[in-house]
């Protein structure tokens, strides 16, 4: 099932496995039981009760009051899960301006990978840029190959057309080149945020920011993590007050 709307989309129940796209806000009374087939996506905020086994993708905040269980969760804006007992587990949670829970991960050591301070929707513009180059050169690889068949290698013909079709894949590949170097620069710059931890952190919790990673091995209590543009290192504060 899918709802695409110009605006708001308002949900008084759950979703499970369906696409909800809105250029607004998109509110879910009840949370989603995605079965790893469920899309949320808006170009303002998503806000659920909670979310489990989905994928959700904000321009702007995500607002979870419960828990983000084994979701794939990117936001433009911040990822703040207020109750005390919310948590974050399992999945891969990106945040451009951070992330804000009780607990992150969970005392069996389940696989946690939280990511803040950079402009993932240009991380994904990257991938599919990177992806259209290697279908490029997979094209190139065959006219290449083409060339050499006897058939086309004795009519002048069919070579100046093969001619033709790799010089338009190469200025192709050379035009998503540039575009890619300049995608790759703005995914450096360096965004305020940070990862703010009321509860507790547990062992198997990965925290990574630009291209730096920190692998909990100790459980933490009450802890913020930020990135130091100076050291180029993650490092980790306590919330406590002296």
Known sequence: FYVMAEGDVLIG??????????????????????????????????????????SLLAVADIKVKNSLMHCRTKSNGTIMLPQDKSTILGGKTYARHGIVTTNLGSPRGIHTLVAFGQDYLIGDRIEMEEKEIEKIKKTIAKIDIAM???????????????????????????????????????????????????????????????????????????????FDQQSGRIIEESNAKE
């Open 13 to 54: 129940g759950a979703v499970e496995a369906s696409l909800i796209s809105g250029n607004g806000t998109i509110k879910i009374a009840q949370g989603v039981k995605g079965a790893k087939k469920a899309v949320i996506r808006s170009k303002q905020e998503i806000q659920t009760m909670f979310a489990e086994q989905a």
């Open 148 to 226: 050499q068949q006897p058939e086309n290698r004795n009519s002048e013909a069919a070579l100046e057309q093969l001619r033709k079709k790799k010089v338009m894949a190469l200025k192709a590949m050379e035009k998503l080149g540039l575009r890619l170097f300049s995608l790759r620069e703005r995914f450096e710059e360096h965004f305020e945020s940070s990862l703010v931890v009321r509860g507790k952190v547990f062992p198997g919790v990965t925290i990574e920011s630009h291209g730096r990673t920190l692998e909990i091995q100790q459980e933490r209590k009450n802890v913020t993590f930020r």
